[in-house]
C-alpha cells in the first residue's frame, strides 16, 4: 500500500514550473482592474482613519490593531452603496480592486509602529529635549523620520517575496485571512452587508460612550451644557464606595506585619481603585479582549492580580512605590514585566534558529539568476529596485537621524545594514507563525547599541525605531503579497499600494500623537499609560544606567522576571498539549506595564467572546472582528476628535 501510494504521488516540481503555473492558471492581474485611483484613495482615506485610532489604542494597550479585514468589509460596503446608487459613475468594485485598498490601508494603519506607540514616546520620557519643542517643527521632522523607515521596510520584503510566498507558499494566516475575507464578500454580497451594518451600528456605540464618559461640552461651544449626559455609573465604578467588599482587607489587625501588612495606606483603608483594580466606563478594552486569545486575556489577569492585589500594597507599604498612583507603581512594577518580556521573546527567538538559517538561504536565492525566460519578470518587483530603494533610504536615514538624534552616520549604516538582516529573519518568522517579533528585534538591536554607544539612551532607542518600523513594514506588505498571491493580483501594484498607505498613515500619525500627547507629562499615567514605550524606556534605561540605579527590591524582580520569561516557554516547548494551562509570559508581563482596570475589561471581553463562541460558533464568526473592531475604532476615533475640539476651544 505504501509503495503504491508513493508511486501515485506527483513529482516535486522546479521553482520556475511552480510560478509558471500560477502565472497561467491563477493570475488576473491583466484581466481585472486593480490598482485604480479609486481604490488607493478610499485605501489612503480608510487607512488615515483607523492609524488615527491605532495612535489612540496603542498608547492605551501597548499594541495596534489590524485594519486589513475591517478595511476591506467597510470599502466593499461603501462601493456596493455607490454602485447601487450611482451605477454609471460607479461600475462594480472588483475583488482585486479591494485587495489594492487594503494593501494602502493595512500600510497606513501599520505606521504606529514606525515609532509612534514605542520608540518616540520613551524617547520624551528620557530625553524630552531632543525632539523639537513646537508643533510645527515636530511634524516638520518626525513625518519625514517614520515615513522613510516605513518605506525602507516596504523595499526590504522584495528578496524575501518570491521564495517565502511563490515557491515555498508559507501560509503568512493574516494575509490568507484576508482573501478568505475577500472571497467571501464578493460572493455573498448579503452577509456582507450584514457585517458592515453590525460594525457601522458598533462605531457609532463605541463614540456614544466614549463621547459621554470625556466630552465637556459637544462640538465647538467653550460652555458645557447642564444636561449634557455623563456616563456617571461608569466614572462612578472607579470610585466604588458603594461596594464595601472592594476594600482590601485589614490583614494587619490580625495577621501583625510583614509580607501581610497590605491593607493600609497612610492609615487609611486602601481601595482597589487606588492601585487601578477597578472598572471603567469604556468597551474599548472589552472589545479588545474579544479579539485577543483567552489564554492572552487570563494570563493578564493573573499577572495584575498578583502585582496589584498583592506587590503593590506591599511595597507601598515598604516605601519603594512612593504613592498608590498608576505612574509610581509601573515605574517599580515594569522591571518584572520588562525582563518577562524580552527573555520570552528572545529565547523563542534564538530557539527558531532553523528559521533563521532559512531566512538567509531565501536571500542567497533571490540574488541567484534564474535560467532561461521569467514569465513572471514584468510583473514581480525586479532586484533593481530594491538595491536602489535600499540604498537611497538608507542614506536619508542615516542623514535625518544624525541631524534629529546625533546618531553618528557609522552607527546609523550599522543600524541600516543590520535591519537588512534582522528583517530576513522576521518576515520568515511572520510566514510561519503569523508573529512578526518587532519586540524580540527591537531588543536585539538595543543591546547592541547599548554596547556601541553605552550611557546614550537616545541612539539606542532610535536605531532600534530603525529596525522596528522597517520590519513591521515588511511584514505587512508580505501578509497583502500573499493575499494577492491566492487572488491572482499583480505584486508589483501592491507595491505601489503600499508606498501611498504609507504616505497616508504617516501625515496622520504624527499629529495625532502630538495631539493626543501635548507634553511629557501625560505618559506613563492612567489615561496615556503607553506600555510598549515603557518596556523600551525601561530597557534603554537599564542599558544606560545599570543594575545599580534600582532599588534593591526592583533588582529582585528583575532577576525573577527574567526567569519566569525562560521558563514559560520551556514549559510550553516540555508540554505543548498543556499550553492552554501555561500563562503567556506576553500576556503576564504586560500586566505589569498596563493599567489594572484596562486588564478587567480586557479579561471581561474575552470571557463573553469565548462564550459566544461556544454557544453560537457561526455568529460568532460573522460579527466578533466587525463588532469589536467597530467599538474599538468608534471609542478612538471619538477620542481623538474630543482632543481635536479642546484644541479649537483653547485656540477660540
Known sequence: MATATASAAPPPQTPEEIERHWFENVYQGDRMPQLTVRAVVMGMFLGGVMACSNVYVSLKTGWSLGVAITSCILAYS???ALHKAFPRWFPAYSILENNAMQSTASAAGTMTSAGIANAIPALMMLNPNLLPQDFAHRLMWLIPWVILISWMGVFLAVPTKRQMINIERLPFPTGTAAASTLRSLHAHGGE??????????????????????????????RTPIAWLPKWALFTEWSAPKWLPWLRYPKLHDTWG?????????????????QVTMSLEGSLLFIAAGAIISFRQAWSMLLGAVVNYGFLAPHFLAKGDIAEPTFRKISSWSLWIGVPMMVTSGLLLFFLNWRSVVRAFST????????????PLERIEVPG???????????????????ALFGIRYWMGAVAVLATFLLVVVATRAAGETDIT???PISKITQLTFGALAPGDVSINL?????????????????????????????????FFAQFFGVLAGGLAVVPVYFILIPSVDVLGTEQWPAPAALVWRGVAELLAKGFSALPVSARYGLVIGAAIGIVLPLLEMAF???????????????????NGFNVVSFFIGSVLALAFKRAKPKLAGQYTVPVASGIIAGESLMGVSIAFLRIFRVLG
Open 437 to 439: 517579533p518587532v519586540g
Open 257 to 273: 506585619t510583614g509580607w501581610l501588612r497590605i491593607g493600609t495606606w497612610k492609615g487609611e483603608p486602601l481601595m482597589l481603585n
Open 363 to 374: 536571500v542567497a536565492a533571490f540574488f541567484r539568476r534564474r535560467a532561461g525566460a521569467d
Open 192 to 221: 456582507a452587508a450584514r457585517q458592515a451594518k453590525s460594525l457601522f451600528l458598533a462605531l457609532g456605540l463605541g463614540g456614544l460612550i466614549a463621547w459621554m464618559r470625556s466630552a465637556e461640552a459637544p462640538w465647538l461651544l
Open 462 to 494: 532610535m536605531t532600534a525605531n530603525i529596525t522596528a518600523g522597517a520590519t513591521s513594514h515588511a511584514a505587512d506588505l508580505l501578509q497583502d503579497l500573499k493575499s494577492g498571491y491566492l487572488l491572482g493580483a499583480n505584486p508589483r501594484q501592491q
Open 576 to 594: 505543548p498539549k498543556h499550553k492552554k494551562f501555561i500563562p503567556s509570559p506576553t500576556g503576564l508581563g504586560l500586566a505589569f506595564t498596563i
Open 384 to 402: 533593481s529596485w530594491f538595491i536602489f530603494g535600499y540604498a537611497v533610504l538608507g542614506v536619508a536615514i542615516m542623514i535625518l537621524g544624525h
Open 78 to 80: 461603501i462601493f456596493a
